[in-house]
């Protein structure tokens, strides 16, 4: 099973792989929009490949709305595929 930081590195990677400005290596701390440049087709776009490389069934509108950061996505997968990171 894959770790919390196995996740979050694979989020990172993949958002940053698909980055409308161009293929980088990015930080939780970046910003998707501002930082990054997705836009509303590109965050759908995010959402089928994170559904697609997690084996999830379909990230929820709602949910997908609230996503400001890389970290936000990376907190949103460990949720939905039950690693999210253990509050200390």
Sequence with gaps: MATPDDIAARVREITGKMSPLGERTVTSEERLIEDLGYDSVTFMELSLAMEGEFDI????????????????????????????????
């Design 57 to 88: 069934n379909v990230i929820e509108e709602d949910e997908v709305s609230d996503l400001t950061t890389v970290g936000d996505v990376e907190r949103l997968i460990g949720k939905i595929t039950g690693t999210a990171q253990q509050a200390s």
